[in-house]
């Protein structure tokens, strides 16, 4: 079976544009979560999706920020007015809400703001 | 609050056996993983342990826990090549909301 898709796979912009970036999770997989991971640093929780409850926005750095899930499935991380601190790696995860609550990685978006 | 602490490098040498160290802050954590990330990649689960056990054994990797210290280990035994990768130390809570908390990651070298 297909596991977590992401696209694009890099996406290189000019400062101050808006940006979408894609995951597609594990079909039947409940919960969907969005990370940044920068040089050298750990993930950064930025949003999670379970079901249809309302997110858990906490970890969204600002509100040039926000994400959608439609339908339960496909989800959309915007970022308006793009600013170079922007810049890193974006990873999408999905699990299923019953067993260990492991999660499934998307390969991730290299994101560069010039 | 909770933190999860890594050592950022570790270098071994092929054949011999890589321990990676991970501490913690909260008490209460439910499942503890161990996740590989490579060049390019995403993450991937490559074990886990319940907080009520102090081991597990799976091929060459072992992980060990000790709950009092608040401590978690992974040992690769024969360690190769493929090896080399960044590995991730990630909690769970109890009654918590299902958003692990991850660790900066070890970045294990493996050279010949």
């Known amino acids: 079976g297909a596991g977590v898709s992401q696209s694009p796979s890099n996406k290189v912009t000019e400062k101050g544009k808006d940006v979408e970036l894609r995951c597609d999770p594990i079909s039947g997989h409940t919960a969907l979560y969005w990370y940044r991971q920068s040089l050298g640093q750990g993930l950064e929780f930025l949003i999670y999706f379970q079901g249809n409850s309302a997110p858990d926005k906490s970890g969204l750095p600002s509100d040039r920020f926000s994400a959608e899930r439609t339908g339960g499935s496909v989800s959309t991380l915007t970022i308006q007015r793009t600013q170079q601190e922007d810049s890193a790696v974006y990873l999408c995860?999905?699990?299923?809400?019953?067993?260990?609550?492991?999660?499934?990685f998307g390969p991730g978006t290299r994101l560069t703001v010039t | 609050g909770e933190d999860v602490e890594q050592s950022l490098f570790l270098s071994v040498r092929e054949g011999d056996s890589s321990v990676i160290n991970c501490t913690y802050t909260d008490s209460s954590s439910t499942y503890l993983y161990w996740y590989k990330q490579e060049p390019g990649a995403g993450l991937q689960l490559l074990t886990y342990?319940?907080?009520?056990?102090d081991m597990k054994q799976d091929q060459r990797l072992t992980v060990l826990l000790n709950k009092k210290d608040k401590h978690l280990s992974l040992r690769i035994a024969d360690t190769q090549t493929g090896d080399s990768a960044i590995y991730f130390c990630a909690e769970t809570l109890s009654g918590g909301s299902y958003i692990p908390t991850f660790g900066r990651g070890t970045s294990l070298i493996v050279h010949p």
């Open positions: 342990i319940f907080s009520n056990m």
């Open positions: 995860a999905s699990s299923s809400r019953t067993g260990l609550g492991e999660q499934y």
